[in-house]
């Protein structure tokens, strides 16, 4: 370690040497963007959930479709779940495919 540098590994393919890379940074504001986006998504879902359980324990009838209203907003918690679920499953897949800096690569490439 010469001159006080010290040699930073990250995910994404090189080596940052006592210099910022900026792709680093990039990939950090975007995990912490879909950090807090997965949040507020799962907290929707978690309010959803109050809400569909509250609509099953007083029922009201749809007059259209002839059902409880409550499970036909039950989509509406289900898609946040099904949100988050795809953020964290693209970090996944592209950490195990050492393919993580593609996700801010997007300015390099054009």
Avoid: H
């Avoid at 507020?40 to 259209?64: D, K, M, N, Q, R």
Wanted: glycine share 10%; hydrophobic share 45%; charged share 20%.
């Amino acid at each position: 370690m010469d001159g006080g540098t010290f040699p930073l590994q990250f995910p994404l393919g090189r080596v940052c040497r006592g210099r910022p890379c900026r792709e680093a940074r990039r990939l950090v504001f975007r995990a912490v963007g879909d950090i807090i986006w997965i949040g507020f998504s799962l907290y929707v879902a978690w309010i959803g959930l109050a809400c569909i359980e509250e609509g099953l324990y007083y029922p009201e009838v749809s007059p259209t479709l002839g059902v409880v209203k409550a499970w036909v907003e039950c989509i509406i918690p289900f898609s946040f779940v099904l949100v988050s679920w795809r953020i964290v499953e693209e970090y996944v897949v592209r950490w195990r495919n050492g393919t993580l800096g593609e996700l801010v690569r997007y300015e390099e490439a054009a």
